[in-house]
Nanobody, 120 residues
């Protein structure tokens, strides 16, 4: 069973930057497409950025030009560099496979996420 641990969130002022990290157990990240998702209060979880096993990236319109997703397969880690942050980026950020891993009998697996708050 894969385990994902997100970190790097925090409180930042508008225009600031954060770098999120996602560490996975095992050595499976190198062969799967991974993504960063986020969920703001009262809203559905949305995909922010994704990266293929070969490094091809796709971004949501809200993230284009500001966020960069990357991966270090040797470290089994995926990153999200977020620049020019806006208050509307406030959310809990999660990483997961594309599509998300499923726990039999339970549903989609999600880690604990990391809170990003953009506020002055």
């Amino acid at each position: 069973q894969v385990q994902l641990v997100e970190s790097g969130g925090g409180l930042v002022q508008p225009g600031g930057s954060l770098r999120l990290s996602c560490a996975a157990s095992g050595s499976i990240l190198s062969i799967v497409a991974m993504a960063w998702y986020r969920q703001a209060p009262g809203k559905q979880r949305e995909l922010v950025a994704r990266i293929s096993s070969g490094g091809f990236t796709i971004y949501a319109n809200s993230a284009k030009g500001r966020f960069t997703i990357s991966r270090d397969n040797a470290k089994n880690t995926v990153y999200l560099q977020m620049n020019s942050l806006k208050p509307e980026d406030t959310a809990v950020y999660y990483c997961n496979r594309v599509p998300p891993w499923v726990v039999p009998g339970t549903g989609d697996y999600w880690g604990q996420g990391t809170q990003v708050t953009v506020s002055s």
